[in-house]
């Protein structure tokens, strides 16, 4: 089921719709405020469809990678995996 986007602030795909470029969108953009936020977990490829047309709209958007990077030492500490220098 999906919701309408109409109401919210800030919308993330936490799918993984957007690997593929024939996948459909997680959300109707057209729906989506102005002043919302568009978040991207999809990392590769780096841009999908929903980042491109929320740029188009105006949206504020955040992209995958910029979204994991800053998980990555965290991960690492939980895991016990030390930094390489």
Do not use: C
Request: glycine content about 4%.
């Amino acid at each position: 089921m999906q919701r309408d986007p109409a109401d919210f602030d800030i919308v993330i795909n936490a799918t993984s719709l957007g690997v593929n470029a024939d996948d459909p969108m997680p959300v109707d953009i057209s729906r989506i405020p102005p002043a919302a936020l568009v978040v991207e977990v999809v990392v590769a490829p780096p841009r999908t469809r929903l980042l491109d047309a929320a740029t188009a709209r105006g949206l504020a958007v955040v992209p995958g990678m910029a979204m994991m990077t800053p998980q990555l030492e965290l991960v690492a500490d939980f895991l016990g995996i030390t930094a390489l220098s």
